[in-house]
């Protein structure tokens, strides 16, 4: 799927698009742990997190992936979305809680990374 | 030994979660801008940010240093914080002795050493109790998983 398909699926909220919606996505890693993200991301993986800081945008830097998923609504604050914005990495807000959003890719054939 | 071709070093503040990372973040700018595989440059940015956030969690200031070779890239990430009074248990995937507020960020799931572990090529770490801890790590640059 690509990340413009995850958007509208996910009935996201872009708060910063990043360089290129029609990336192509097959994996994903889920977690509030900012070390089970990196232990699992490869590259280019969606990252769905209900941790909104700043440490999780370093840390989706860091881990090299394509797009990070904030769950149930939660918002970063604006400090949080420039600095994604400045390291180029899309945000996607959606009100769908974590496990109808793994469950919704996991059936459109996302896999997570083990 | 192979040439250097590059040495930097960067002081770490301890304690500071704001900018903690800040430095890895940069070091990821420098090697993508000096044309470092993706795969490798993962890895090392990986290896630095672990222990970049281990010094600013657990100690109170240290120092990243990366030495660029031919063929690989040398870290050495060091501390002058309490040092690891057993290093067998701290390498255990899930052990932390992490606190509330870091656990609340995100941090404290104990995979930080063992992420050090799997992404370099050769993890050394020298430690003593009240003295401090170096992490010292080779990555290597030809592609690899
Ligand atoms: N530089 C250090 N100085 C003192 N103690 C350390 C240092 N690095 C690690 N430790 C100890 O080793 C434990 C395990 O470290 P590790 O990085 O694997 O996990 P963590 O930091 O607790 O959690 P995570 O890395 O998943 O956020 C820490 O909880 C801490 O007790
Ligand atoms: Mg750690």
């Known amino acids: ?114 | 030994m192979p040439a250097e071709l590059m040495r930097e070093s960067y002081p770490i503040q301890g304690g500071d979660f704001d900018t903690a990372g800040e430095i890895s973040g940069e070091l990821k700018t420098i090697l993508r801008d000096l044309g470092i595989e993706a795969g490798s440059l993962r890895r090392i940015v990986v290896v630095a940010f672990e222990a970049e956030m281990n010094v600013v969690m657990y100690a109170r200031r240290g120092t990243l240093t990366f030495i660029l070779t031919d063929d690989a890239v040398d870290l050495e990430i060091r501390d002058d914080g309490p040092g690891i009074p057993d290093l067998e248990l701290a390498f255990q995937e899930g052990y932390s002795t992490a606190s509330d507020e870091m656990r609340e960020l995100g941090f404290g799931f104990g995979m930080g050493l063992p992420n050090m572990r799997k992404n370099s090529d050769d993890l050394r770490v020298e430690t003593e109790v009240g003295k401090g801890t170096t992490v010292f790590a080779r990555i290597r640059l030809d592609a690899h998983e």
Not at chain 1, 37 to 48: G, Q
Not at chain 1, 65 to 83: M, Q, T
């Open chain 1, 1 to 114: 799927m690509t990340l413009g398909e995850i958007r509208d699926i996910l009935q996201c909220e872009v708060l910063t698009e990043g360089d290129d919606l029609s990336l192509d996505v097959q994996n994903v890693v889920a977690s509030d742990g900012m070390s089970e993200i990196l232990a699992f991301a490869r590259s280019k993986e969606l990252m769905i997190t209900g941790l909104t800081n700043i440490q999780a945008v370093r840390t989706a830097d860091i881990a090299g992936v394509s797009a990070i998923v904030f769950c149930r609504g939660k918002r970063p604050d604006a400090r949080v979305v420039e600095f994604a914005k400045k390291k180029r990495v899309p945000i996607f807000v959606t009100r769908l809680v974590m496990f109808d959003i793994c469950a919704i890719l996991y059936n459109k054939g996302l896999k997570g990374v083990s």
